[in-house]
């Protein structure tokens, strides 16, 4: 499955492009007036390979939620059986991401990669596209684990290169059902106490930067616990030494169950030349895999917002990708990336809707 | 009316933006992670005199439209009577601020505060409180020319000190009109063939720096005509010599109608403690304006976005607003503003909907 995926992965289409390129210059509005909008409009169309591109609408909103064995190093204050809790709340409509959500017309589905303690929830579904699966309807959980939390990277590999593989395959599967089911864009979300750290060392071992670039304060730890992380990242990047052409022995030595599946959400999101909007750190670093897997992956990426923390900049740098917004969010589960929908909505909406100089009857210069 | 609206601006309630900070802190995130929307919904609690605020929903655009005198410097190499057949595009709901309105379930009113030619429509309204005046309705037109077109401000006022009250007025009349209507929030729009002329000689006007600082290249202009447009804007400042104590002096000598009736809008907004969105540097120019007149007025502005025009941030910066969006936008219409509106709606949003640390069952650090 994973490389039947990468293969189908292939690069934006040119012709569609130019025909994209050429289509805005006839909109009533000066030329390049609409900024990275008209850019982004363009690429979509290279990615759906015909101009204009389908309208991004049926947004789908993918949590995936893990544990981490690194939490037993204390990089966090937060206990680990939030991440439980907050999959609850998820699926209860009460975090900030089903606020967004909720606004923007998209559907939240949480996938359970790998979170280690109860779930305070009854009734999993595993069919994600069913008829309602979009629009106002209740969140959904899809129970998927590979294992009950990954193990403590810096004692031992985080997965086995088969576990890696199938929380890959998780997302690459995610990403096909929101796909079959209708979704024209797929969202990356996530949920994970103490998942800034593996994301860290991924941004790390893709990049090749210090620990101490692509490491950041996460949900805020102050100055004791923040050098700690830096050095916990550090001997973990020590410990495995990890080969960033080997990108599923990165996320085994070093990553997170949802990093993993997130890879291959983006990964299945390219294959089927669906556009991918990121969200933050977690989301970039697990993007860093996707590009290493596939490099023309990259093109299906749009970057949703620059996170606060350091390490998303790097990856985003690397990536080759500019964020629509920059609003100092560092809050995770999909919520940048539902701020920056409506800017990609809008600017493929252009395309359809905008009048020409000719049809409007308005003058040019 | 401008004396009583100026009048009715106050500060920032202090008792609820503590309220909203307390609440935001109970809010299942970690604290401070929504960035830049938290310290904009403490802000509106503070404008609302309440928390939470109301959702700014039922937001409504307005476009105003006027022509300029200075045109006949060749500015712009656009023809003046694209001014009214850009209204007539929005009325038909053509342009970009037609689809990003849809998209938004925004309402479109425009009001034609001086275009110089014929408007391409037959029936103007002038009752935009209407029970169907908000949502897919089609855009309205109000027709409230207070001279068809400023004068040269080279040769002489744009306008004389009147005329611009009356243009103030036709904004402060509309905004009322949208907020008894149901309107939760105000957006600024614009449209004015060489408008970006204007706009730079408020800025210098207002903020001081020279005309090589406030002017940019508006829809694209070349070299030549840019260096034209600068000196243009210096000769009209040079020959008026605006005192930035007197606003209605600076808007009579170098704005433009639409200018002055923002300016009115923006006030209107502030009297009525109804946040209003700006849009780019016609926006921005006019609320230079509006803090002149009333400096508690800057506390109901949420800058949309940083347009690409140089003097929109020397504008911005005066007023100490940092803009939500940031993508290389300058078209005007009111776009920049509409595709910030979601930022600012789930701002609000989140004190509404989101549990709290207790309600949701969640354990804090």
Redesign the interface.
Known sequence: MLENTIAAVGPLDEPAMTAARQLQAR???????????EELSVRLAGLAGGCPPPVPDRAAVAIFAGDHGVHAQRV????Q??TG??V??FL?G???V???A???GASVTVIDVGVAGPL?VADPVDDVDAPDSFGPAMPRLVSAPVRRGTRDMTVTAAMTRQEARAAVEVGIGIAGDLVDAGAGILLTGDMGIANTTPAAALIAAFTGVDAVEATGRG??VDDPTYQHKIEVVRAALRRHDPDPEDPLGVLAAVGGLEHAALAGFVLGAAARRVPVLLDGVIAVSAALAAAAFAPDSVAAMVAGHRS?EPGATVALRRLGLTP????????GEG?GA??AL??V??AV??LH???TFD???????
Chains 1, 2 share one sequence.
């Open positions: 909109l009533t509005k000066p030329a390049g007036s609409l900024g990275v909008l966090t204050p937060w206990p059986e939030v809790q907050m609850g709340n209860a009460g975090a900030v089903n606020t967004f909720r606004q923007a305070p949900t805020g606060a629509l917004i920059d609003l100092g969010l560092r809050l919520t539902l701020l409506p800017v909505t809008g909406r252009v809707e905008v009048a049809s409007a009857g308005v003058a040019e210069k």
